[in-house]
């Protein structure tokens, strides 16, 4: 099981047809204490934090760490996406596991951008660590992620209760290894 933070970050931006991914900088603040005070946007992850406090506290350049994107739309950014180890404050079959999570500004729903987002996201990550699975959690409660999980290809391991809520574990198998390459005499 290789490390996050053994990858090469940041990548080159990621582009999708709508999108760029990239790493957090200062234009993206305001956007990042927009993301963690709203109320829609945590109505599944404990609700909102007070803005004053984040004003404070939300250094002038967001966190940049390995597996850290935000996803941008015209200039703005719109998504943050993290793709991270678990640690042992989570379900046990998830412990070690990478785990994808992510947290969409409320005006970028209904668009498809999450799963335009996720999937890039999932395919840089494929693509550093190849043959890693990927876990993903959220609150059954919360049907457009459970229906985003299914769309990125997540399969239900369990439910738990966690957080005073039911919990769905879902796990992306390890993208496919070519098993041809290399094998031919000429290749």
Request: charged content about 20%; hydrophobic content about 45%; aromatic content about 10%.
């Amino acid at each position: 099981m290789a490390d996050l933070g053994a990858v090469a970050w940041p990548p080159a931006p990621i582009r999708t047809e709508r999108l760029v991914l990239r790493e957090p900088e200062a234009r993206d603040r305001t956007a990042f204490i927009e993301l963690l005070a709203s109320s829609e946007v945590n109505a599944y992850l404990g609700g909102p934090r007070l803005r004053g406090g984040l004003e404070c506290e939300m250094p002038g350049v967001p966190e940049r760490w390995p597996g850290s994107f935000v996803v941008d739309l015209d200039g703005a950014m719109i998504v943050q996406i993290l793709l991270r180890r678990t640690a042992g404050r989570r379900h046990p079959t998830a412990v070690g596991k990478a785990d994808l999570g992510y947290l969409f500004l409320p005006q970028a729903w209904g668009f498809g951008y999450a799963a335009e987002a996720c999937a890039a996201a999932l395919d840089w990550f494929d693509g550093v660590l190849p043959g890693e699975p990927v876990v993903l959690t959220t609150q059954t409660a919360n049907v457009s992620s459970m229906r985003l999980a299914a769309k990125l290809g997540f399969t239900e391991v369990e439910r738990f209760h966690a957080w005073d809520a039911e919990q769905w574990l879902g796990l992306r198998p390890p993208a496919a290894l070519s098993t041809c390459e290399g094998s031919w005499p000429w290749a």
